[in-house]
T-cell receptor, first 116, second 109 residues
Framework: NAGVTQTPKFRVLKTGQSMTLLCAQD?????MYWYRQDPGMGLRLIHY???????AKGEVPDGYNVSRLKKQNFLLGLESAAPSQTSVYFC???????????????FGSGTRLTVV | DAKTTQPNSMESNEEEPVHLPCNHS???????IHWYRQLPSQGPEYVIH???SNVNNRMASLAIAEDRKSSTLILHRATLRDAAVYYC??????????FGGGTRLMVKP
């Protein structure tokens, strides 16, 4: 099925470890996004990309890096994990202009990350 | 950026209609109104969006006030599967979606 695939689905890290979350979409979307969601809260934008080779900071970018080497993939990296980064991470993608697109953003099912 | 206000929670009975309100009094003339929902332990999913006219799709209807300062998402017959957090969003310039707290809809059998 077409959509957004996130790997891994679950991960436990020790403080100071690094890891990369992978997001892949097969809808030929230009825009891709990484959000985090803490318990009982709405989603907050970490970083986003408006096309292959481009990235930009969102609301809460500190402690994260991203790369968009291929149009279909958007990687989120944690260089030195901290307990404050314990969260559920969602990736999303969309066409260039949400206002005229019929289907808005498509989200992945999330990665649940725990940093101990 | 235009801000939205939604009730924290609402309850509905199964198979009855549900009207989820959203206030956006500072909306500009070019702001689209988007609705997403998030089922438990899942990512958000797009529900519907509109600009001025009422909109219908297979999931829901969107009723937009004439002055566009409020809108209502209508689920015509709530099912247990509709229990979710519903977000009313006005995308920022540049296509960004910002999620507030949303309305938690509880559906009683």
């Amino acid at each position: 099925n077409a959509g957004v695939t996130q790997t891994p689905k679950f991960r436990v890290l020790k403080t100071g470890q690094s890891m990369t979350l992978l997001c892949a979409q097969d809808m030929n979307h230009e825009y891709m996004y990484w959000y985090r969601q803490d318990p009982g809260m709405g989603l907050r934008l970490i970083h986003y990309s408006v096309g292959e080779g481009t990235t930009a900071k969102g609301e809460v970018p500190d402690g994260y890096n991203v790369s968009r080497l291929k149009k279909q993939n958007f990687l989120l990296g944690l260089e030195s994990a901290a307990p404050s980064q314990t969260s559920v991470y969602f990736c999303a993608s969309s066409y260039a202009w949400t206002a005229v697109a019929n289907y808005g953003y498509t989200f992945g099912s999330g990665t649940r990350l725990t940093v101990v | 950026d235009a801000k939205t206000t939604q009730p924290n929670s609402m309850e509905s009975n199964e198979e009855e209609p549900v009207h989820l309100p959203c206030n956006h009094s500072t909306i500009s003339g070019t702001d689209y109104i988007h609705w997403y929902r998030q089922l438990p332990s899942q990512g958000p999913e797009y529900v519907i969006h509109g600009l001025t006219s009422n909109v219908n799709n297979r999931m829901a209807s969107l009723a937009i006030a004439e002055d566009r300062k409020s809108s209502t998402l209508i689920l015509h017959r709530a099912t247990l599967r509709d229990a979710a957090v519903y977000y009313c969003i006005l995308p920022k310039a540049g296509n960004m979606l910002t999620f507030g707290g949303g309305t938690r809809l509880m559906v009683k059998p």
